[in-house]
T-cell receptor, first 112, second 107 residues
Framework: EAQVTQNPRYLITVTGKKLTVTCSQN?????MSWYRQDPGLGLRQIYY???????DKGDVPEGYKVSRKEKRNFPLILESPSPNQTSLYFC???????????FGDGTRLSIL | KNEVEQSPQNLTAQEGEFITINCSYS?????LHWLQQHPGGGIVSLFM???GKKKHGRLIATINIQEKHSSLHITASHPRDSAVYIC?????????FGTGTSLTVIP
């Protein structure tokens, strides 16, 4: 089954404790992207990747890092999380950047 | 800065009604996407448009590139259509999203 898998689905943690949200897709997609969704602001793009070792900033990259060492995986790293990063996060992938995206189920992060 | 504006924010309809959700954007785009987000949070892609009109079942999406405007229509609405509908535009590599339209269809 074609899918984008995010882990964890839920996480409560404390300020400053490094965390990684994993994202994996099984569709051999080239384009992958991370978004955060906040009430009243909608979805906003954090980082995207056009292919292996090719990543770039989206609209709200501050406080986040990503890597794309393999085509299927695109982890989101919060080196020193802060409460303003409490949000619902989605990973998505597509064949190319101009194709419909497949979304993961979301990760709800709470940073205390 | 709001590259994508949607209206209305909230919409309640009776089962069977014809529904229209509007999206306006201010940037040059490669494509416009309509997404559906169910109460459980999952997001699915409904349409991708770069011109004209697309139809899938009871859903119709149109785009007017010159006016930078798109509409999503739902014919014969049903309670299972209750969801948040999100307009997104792709500008090459990046995406910008509207804040969504929350639709409730009452039986």
């Amino acid at each position: 089954e074609a899918q984008v898998t995010q882990n964890p689905r839920y996480l409560i943690t404390v300020t400053g404790k490094k965390l990684t949200v994993t994202c994996s897709q099984n569709m051999n997609h080239e384009y992958m992207s991370w978004y955060r969704q906040d009430p009243g602001l909608g979805l906003r793009q954090i980082y995207y990747s056009m292919n292996v070792e090719v990543t770039d900033k989206g609209d709200v990259p501050e406080g986040y890092k990503v890597s794309r060492k393999e085509k299927r995986n695109f982890p989101l790293i919060l080196e020193s999380p802060s409460p303003n990063q409490t949000s619902l996060y989605f990973c998505a992938s597509s064949d190319r950047e101009d194709q419909p995206q497949h979304f993961g189920d979301g990760t709800r992060l709470s940073i205390l | 800065k709001n590259e994508v504006e949607q209206s209305p924010q909230n919409l309640t309809a009776q089962e069977g009604e014809f529904i229209t959700i509007n999206c306006s954007y201010s940037v040059g785009i490669s494509a416009l996407h309509w997404l559906q987000q169910h109460p459980g949070g999952g997001i699915v892609s409904l349409f991708m448009l770069s011109s004209g009109k697309k139809k899938h079942g009871r859903l119709i999406a149109t785009i007017n590139i010159q006016e930078k405007h798109s509409s999503l229509h739902i014919t014969a609405s049903h309670p299972r259509d209750s969801a948040v509908y999100i307009c997104a535009v792709g500008t090459g590599n990046q995406f910008y999203f509207g804040t969504g339209t929350s639709l409730t269809v009452i039986p």
